[in-house]
């Protein structure tokens, strides 16, 4: 306490206050948290609407107010009931407006009062109070003054354990003489509890009030001893870890001036060799130094040291300036590319494009090629190849069903178990900061509450941003930019757009039956042959043998049920050679069925004759082209259309606008004019399960009407795709290359097509034109003229 508090309160506890002229009837405010006692000074905030009147109100009643204690503090509004009869009647001897509107205000406690009544109690509450006096002993025995100076010992004692003991705190204390206020300035002084504080207020009895605060100051100052014995404790364990530190460094100097070195000053040397040899930007070096200097002050076996310990290691096994230098050889890349793939001609020529360029132009920023084709067609194969032909390092990372962002970006170092994110974790594993990375399954990616890993990677992706790429744990730039990304995905519709716009397409079809079994002869049955222990000499492969396998057990646009059918094969002969058979095992198609059981996929288009309602038509899946029936029916009603087998919507719109076309065109096509309004219209597209949707059935949809209507066969050899309009154009569609090799896989011979599609057949094989014929049309009367037979 200051000096000058002090004086005050020596001159207020031998003041004898007048309290016959205190008023009956005074404001009061509740008061949060404290109790008030009797010659207590104590600066109160008032911040509450009605308290701040009351204290305003007071200076009409000579600056008294009545000072009780709420029951629950919380309670913002509290009424009559919600605080203590029995409080303090204070002296408000100071008062300051706040600039925030509180008033900051100083009161004295004057005496105890009980509330009689509640006066006024809407714009501040105004009490009749009844003054309470305490019961004083007539005479001070030697008890009474044995239990005043026990008091007086030990609020000395427990100011000196708090170090707030001063010989102006011993002469306030000597001066009283009054057992009620000598409990009172103790009580105010101690951190009592307000049940606590409260109880001491309600007891009139000055001797016991005095005992009640003699056993709670016992008890204060037993706990402030036990704190001090603990905070003595806390103070030795630090003195003794400074000297254990300071001993520990001295032991290192001695080690030092032998010339010898403990293990962890052998760490540090080591990390600082690797951080110099790995020639890091200025920026970067500085801060794995920083992280260095940490370690080197830590203790060897902390948790702390560990982390950055894993951090360091983090730093100094990354290729920062480790690179691998390309091979450009042109012509020899296209050997490795043509050993590896048979076809793909479009992808390859992409690839030795890329491959010219930076031969010419080594600076030139790298682009993002993505290949977008069907599961099998040689995506990943593709990349190995690249990196082959350039002999740099390759890694793979899938992406499918990836959901968290610090996949991609890393976790940062405040969690446990961080590490970095998966591309610096490859550059890691391949040693070189310039390898061919491929990223599986693009199209795949989700997102949820752990964030978005298709925003997370444009700044690894993008050739603009990459050179100081930031991850999460690594918490520095790296540059990415020597890095070949390489991208794969079954559809380009579901890759994010932001990701979509920083890629190069390159789209990879399916396999025409001719490339499958040329690919199959040189790829496929040689590695198959040697997977499963078997030899050239042991099995025999007839050529027609593998063209039935691909043509009667396989109809996909890729090659892994075709490699699954020839690792079958070769599994029956090596079981057959394990069990003591010898021989030459040959594979025929005459015995082909007691490899595979028989053919899977026969030839729809071979078993159905042309009919009436039966149109061919052309999809495009994500895992190829496939050719789609469409069937329509008429049966007695009053003209209404149903549509069946899981079609969606466009494909929905589509068969109504080609009911529309033909109902408006009816007279022309010849059909009969009461025939929509005496037959309902089936439309069903087979296979139920599987949903279809797409802009490129409306023809398909047409021929089948019309030739329902007017009962002319389709021709089944013909297969056509296209969108219809109301008024009978033919408009154009998309993945006319994966529908053309459907049609050749179906048998088709004939495939009718939009006149604006015929850019694209550019793009489509000679091996597949020479096959098929396409015709270019621009109405649907041409399209009805070529697929309905005469009758």
């Not at 207590?40 to 609407?49: A, C, D, Q, T």
């Not at 919600?82 to 925030?100: E, F, L």
């Not at 364990?237 to 001695?254: F, G, M, P, T």
């Amino acid at each position: 306490m200051a000096e000058a508090d002090i004086d005050d309160l020596i001159e207020i506890i031998e003041k004898e206050g007048n309290v016959e002229e205190i008023p009956k009837v005074i404001p009061m405010m509740p008061v949060r948290d404290v109790v008030v006692f009797t010659d207590m000074l104590l600066p109160l905030f008032v911040g509450r609407e009605k308290s701040i009147k009351a204290i305003e109100e007071c200076v009409e009643f000579d600056r008294y107010v009545f000072l009780s204690v709420q029951k629950d503090s919380e309670m913002e509004k509290p009424g009559p009931s919600d605080v203590y009869d029995i409080g303090t009647i204070a002296r408000v001897q100071k008062m300051i407006k706040m600039p925030d509107g509180r008033i900051k205000a100083l009161v004295q406690g004057i005496s105890k009062a009980k509330l009689i009544e509640f006066v006024q109690k809407r714009s501040f509450f105004k009490v009749r109070v009844e003054t309470i006096f305490d019961v004083e002993p007539d005479s001070i025995d030697i008890e009474i003054e044995a239990l005043m100076r026990n008091v007086k010992e030990n609020s000395e004692k427990l100011l000196a354990l708090k170090g707030e003991f001063s010989g102006d705190v011993g002469d306030l204390l000597s001066h009283i003489d009054s057992p009620g206020k000598l409990a009172d300035l103790v009580a105010s002084n101690l951190n009592l509890k307000v049940e606590d504080a409260q109880g001491l207020l309600e007891t009139t009895d000055a001797v016991e009030r005095l005992t009640r605060v003699n056993d709670l100051l016992a008890r204060e100052l037993d706990l402030s001893t036990v704190q001090a014995k603990i905070q003595t404790h806390v103070k030795d364990e630090i003195s003794k870890n400074q000297r254990d530190y300071y001993l520990r460094e001295q032991v290192k100097a001695i080690h030092r001036e032998l010339g010898e070195s403990d293990d962890k000053i052998a760490e540090i040397a080591e990390f600082k060799q690797k951080i110099k040899k790995c020639k890091l930007p200025e920026a970067c070096e500085k801060e794995a130094l920083k992280q260095l200097t940490r370690l080197e002050q830590m203790h060897f076996d902390s948790s702390e040291a560990s982390v950055v310990r894993t951090y360091l290691d983090c730093i100094v096994e990354l290729p920062w300036s480790k690179t691998t230098k390309d091979f450009l050889d042109i012509k020899k890349a296209q050997e490795v590319l043509d050993q590896n793939h048979y076809g793909l001609d479009k992808a390859k020529e992409r690839i030795l494009e890329y491959l010219s360029v930076r031969k010419l132009n080594p600076n030139k920023k790298g682009q993002i090629i993505c290949f977008v084709g069907p599961p099998g067609v040689g995506k990943t194969s593709l990349g190995r190849a690249i990196a082959k032909a350039m002999k740099r390092k390759f890694h793979r990372v899938s992406l499918g069903g990836i959901r968290d962002e610090a996949e991609i970006r890393g976790h940062r170092r405040t969690y446990i178990g961080a590490m970095p994110g998966r591309i610096l974790q490859g550059l890691r594993q391949c040693g070189t900061n310039n390898p061919v990375f491929m990223l599986d399954e693009i199209d795949k990616l989700g997102n949820d509450f752990r964030g978005d890993p298709s925003s997370a990677l444009l700044e690894a992706l993008d050739p603009e941003q990459n050179s100081e790429f930031s991850d999460h744990y690594l918490n520095m730039p790296f540059d990415l930019s020597g890095v070949l990304f390489v991208l794969t995905a079954n559809m380009a519709d579901t890759i994010p757009s932001a990701l979509l716009d920083r890629m190069e397409l390159i789209h990879l079809t399916g396999y025409t039956r001719q490339e499958k079994v040329v690919i199959a002869k040189q790829h496929l049955l040689p590695r198959k042959i040697k997977d499963n222990g078997l030899t050239r000499r042991a099995i025999n492969f007839s050529p027609n043998a593998i063209e039935s396998i691909v043509s009667e057990y396989t109809l996909e646009a890729g090659l892994r049920e075709l490699e699954r059918k020839l690792d079958s094969v070769c599994r029956k002969i090596a079981r057959q050679i394990a069990e003591g058979q010898k021989g030459r095992f040959a594979v025929t198609c005459q015995n082909l069925t007691r490899y595979l059981g028989p053919p899977q996929y026969i030839n729809e288009m071979d078993q159905e004759e042309s009919q009436v309602g039966l149109a061919t038509g052309l999809a495009w899946t994500e895992v190829g082209g496939e050719h789609l029936y469409i069937e329509t029916s008429l049966f007695p009603g009053k003209g209404e259309l149903l549509l069946t087998g899981q079609i969606g919507e466009v494909m929905q719109e589509s068969a109504r606008a080609a009911l529309t076309y033909t109902k408006a065109n009816q007279e022309e096509l010849g059909i009969d004019k009461e025939a929509f309004d005496s037959n309902d219209i089936h439309i069903h597209v087979p296979a139920g399960a599987i949903p279809k949707d797409g802009p490129s059935a409306g023809i398909a949809i047409a021929t089948a009407l019309v030739s329902a209507f007017t009962g002319k066969k389709v021709n089944n050899k013909v297969g056509m795709t296209g969108e219809i309009s109301l008024r009978g154009r033919v408009l154009p569609i998309g993945g006319l290359k994966e529908k053309s090799l459907g049609a050749l896989r179906a048998g088709i011979k004939t495939v009718i097509i939009p006149e604006k599609n015929k850019k694209d057949l550019h793009d489509i094989p000679k091996s597949v034109k020479s096959k098929l014929t396409f015709i270019c049309v621009k109405d649907v009367r041409e399209v009805l003229d070529l697929a309905l037979e005469a009758e």
